[in-house]
């Protein structure tokens, strides 16, 4: 397959998208409450045990009363929507134009569509009281550390970052600890931001119980970054 040209706008004429792009996620999301990012790989296929892991995971979260919120496309992303939009729940895709992307999935109660990831990636921020990853490429890997930066910075409120599946994620885990954490690159705490784990109990215990204490996160308007 031969590279498809990439046509670069100046940010003169890329900035009014954005803020479009953003105005409308805020239009269109006021009412759904906050919710549950679930980042993972759109390469895997319905057979893959990770699928049914995310489905299963987007039927509870839905059955909790929380909305989940997924890229929209295929693999993971399609599984979590797909558990949260036949639990009845809400199910939000944000939606992606990419050229060799596959179609976006029909699990979705509301839908965006984003020429841009700077807004899409705002959008999750916005309205999340929580995160979680499973396997997944370099858009899980950079969601996953961007939402790390924002609450270890403080630009996002303190949540729930949960990764599951413990033997994809202990490569990472262990570099971070001898490579980040012992040549003190990141806080002696940084790594406690995040839960690892396979049981799907002790992450909706993680959630649920995040959100029953800290009550004021239903109270916060969805808001960007600051």
């Known amino acids: 397959m031969s590279d498809i040209e990439v046509v670069q706008l100046p940010a003169a004429q890329q900035i009014p998208g954005i803020m479009s792009e953003l105005q409308q996620a805020a ?9 549950v990012s679930v980042f993972g790989s759109a ?3 319905p057979e893959s045990p990770w699928y049914k892991v995310t489905e299963t995971l987007g039927q509870r979260l839905a059955q909790a009363g929380l909305t989940v919120i997924a890229g929209g ?7 979590a929507n797909k558990g949260a939009y036949e639990a009845g729940g809400h199910s939000v895709g944000l939606n992606i134009k990419l050229p060799r992307e596959a179609a976006h999935n029909q699990y979705q109660t509301h839908s965006l ?4 990831f700077y807004s899409r990636k705002a959008t999750f921020f916005m309205h999340s009281a929580a995160y979680i990853a499973l396997p997944g490429g370099f858009g ?3 969601e996953l550390f961007e939402v790390l930066t924002l609450v270890q910075t403080r630009k996002l409120p303190k949540a729930p970052i949960v990764l599951i599946g413990t033997t994809f994620w202990a490569g990472l885990f262990e570099w971070m600890k001898s490579e980040l954490l012992a040549n003190r690159l990141i806080g ?3 790594l406690d931001l995040m839960l690892l784990t ?3 109990d002790e992450v909706m215990a993680c959630v649920t119980n995040f959100c029953k204490n800290h009550p004021e996160v239903k109270d916060f ?3 960007l970054p600051r």
């Open 221 to 223: 308007a969805p808001a």
């Open 73 to 79: 496309g295929p693999g993971i992303m399609e599984a």
């Open 140 to 142: 899980t890997l950079d």
């Open 113 to 116: 569509h984003f020429d841009y």
């Open 43 to 45: 390469r895997l296929h």
């Open 188 to 190: 002696p705490n940084d």
């Open 198 to 200: 396979d049981n799907l």
């Open 27 to 35: 239009d269109t999301l006021k009412n759904i409450g906050w919710g």
